[in-house]
């Protein structure tokens, strides 16, 4: 759809393990910015923020080449 509307790349958020893997399968795809679950446990007044990311250990700004 974003290649038929003329856009060069789609932009990506990808919070989980399982959907990162999906989308790198699909090359043509840059690492933009990376941010580790772990840096955000508690937000800046030290309130738990993130505790538990379960498996998931980074999210990523992808960029999906059309």
């Known amino acids: ?6 856009c060069g790349y789609t932009y990506i958020l990808a919070s989980s393990l ?3 893997k999906i989308f790198h399968k699909l090359g ?4 933009l910015h990376e941010v580790k679950y ?3 446990k508690y937000d800046k007044k030290g309130r738990p923020f993130l505790i ?3 498996e998931h250990k ?4 992808l960029a999906l080449k059309h």
């Not at 759809?1 to 003329?6: D, H, S, T, V």
């Not at 043509?28 to 690492?31: H, I, P, R, S």
């Open 1 to 6: 759809m974003a290649r038929k509307a003329g």
């Open 18 to 20: 399982y959907s990162q």
């Open 58 to 61: 980074v999210i990523q700004l």
């Open 28 to 31: 043509n795809l840059k690492v």
């Open 52 to 54: 538990d990311p379960q």
């Open 38 to 40: 772990e840096d955000y």
